[in-house]
């Protein structure tokens, strides 16, 4: 491998820059609105590491726990066992959807989620992002929103501001930081053997 070549055959996924330095004492974890007070926060964090998660849960009450918290969830979804939900009141999820076990859906801001899309096992869609330029490490968060007939296969992660079109195919460990049109298939980069 020469000097300039990286480890997955190319030198084109390091991008050099500059920041300001930061201090996380600084970063509290406060600079973004968590839509509910703090005793429904922690009531939601119980319930869910003491029933929502857990295999024994029926998904009917599943279901019911989410939507009492505030999530929006259509007819007939199904969403597996140890899929964490960060803040409920921030999730939207239409009919005829699954939710695969060990899926993560780390929603510091909104995730709409449409009918008939399938996120499969151990997926992770995370709103959050820190801002690299704020010396408090400030949070930069965006929403998510996840079209009809999508499928979002397993352990592949879906990053802030990201909108998947309708009918779209996430392969596999793929690696979403930008918009993917209706239609798309996406698939992860192949390693170079050598």
């Not at 279901?63 to 969830?73: E, N, S, T, V, Y």
């Not at 939710?99 to 993560?104: F, K």
Request: neutral net charge.
């Amino acid at each position: 491998m020469s000097g300039k070549e990286s480890a997955w055959g190319g030198n084109d996924m390091v991008v050099t820059t500059t920041r300001v330095g930061w201090s996380l004492a600084a970063g509290r974890g406060c600079s973004y609105d968590k839509g509910r007070g703090v005793l429904i926060q922690a009531l939601w964090v119980a319930t869910s590491e003491l029933v929502v998660t857990k295999v024994w849960c029926p998904n009917r009450l599943r279901c019911a726990i989410l939507r009492w918290f505030g999530a929006k969830i259509g007819r007939d979804v199904i969403i597996r066992h140890r899929v964490r939900v960060h803040w409920p009141w921030k999730l939207s999820i239409g009919d005829d959807s699954w939710v695969g076990t060990d899926s993560e859906l780390y929603n510091l801001d909104t995730i709409d989620i449409g009918s008939d899309v399938c996120i499969s096992q151990h997926a992770y869609l995370c709103t959050g992002s820190h801002d690299r330029f704020s010396p408090d490490f400030d949070f930069d968060n965006g929403p998510i929103v996840v079209a009809d007939g999508v499928w979002i296969c397993a352990r592949s992660t879906v990053l802030r501001g990201v909108t998947i079109g309708a009918n779209s195919v996430i392969g596999a460990t793929c690696l979403i930081s930008g918009d993917v049109p209706s239609n798309a298939i996406v698939r992860a980069p192949q390693p170079t053997v050598s």
